[in-house]
């Protein structure tokens, strides 16, 4: 790399604590989902009746969005660890699309009956962290630290 003598070098970042554990954290999220996925769909965890009809309405749409998402916040944690800043916009993408495709399936298929209220307040936590990490993530963009 050339520098010229106004330029200093980068100075390099040393990766805060809490990337470490976000990263880990959308890592294990992505393993325990498509654990989740393969479990229900081989009938390892029996469905009540309305879950049963949830999955069943589900169209490549739907499950396309999935993987998106999940793809979405898995790179975004890569890149995060990487110190990154396309990893903000990853998760920033993943968290909107992923409240639309909630709007969608509340309306459309029974989503709050499938999920019941423990679902509900683990989505909610699961929304309150994503937030989180985005607000997280910008600041670290303010601090160029994601670079």
Do not use: C, H
């Not at 996925?37 to 009938?43: K, N, R, S």
């Not at 990487?82 to 903000?88: D, R």
């Amino acid at each position: 790399m050339i520098t010229s003598i106004d330029t200093p070098p980068p100075v390099p970042v040393k990766r805060p604590a809490l990337v470490w554990i976000i990263s880990i954290f959308y890592f294990i999220s992505a393993g325990w989902t498509v654990l989740s996925f393969l479990l229900i769909f081989t009938g390892a965890i029996p469905l009540n009746d309305a879950q049963k009809e949830y999955f069943q309405a589900q169209s490549i749409i739907d499950y396309g969005s999935t993987i998106l998402i999940g793809t979405a916040n898995l790179l975004g944690a890569v890149l995060f660890l990487l110190l990154k800043k396309p990893a903000y916009y990853l998760f920033t993408t993943a968290f909107g699309v992923g409240i639309l495709l909630t709007v969608y399936q509340i309306f459309t298929k029974d989503w709050l009956g499938a999920i019941g209220r423990p679902g509900l307040i683990g989505a909610a936590i699961g929304w309150g962290l994503s937030i989180a990490v985005i607000v997280y993530a910008k600041r670290l963009i303010n601090r160029n630290i994601l670079r």
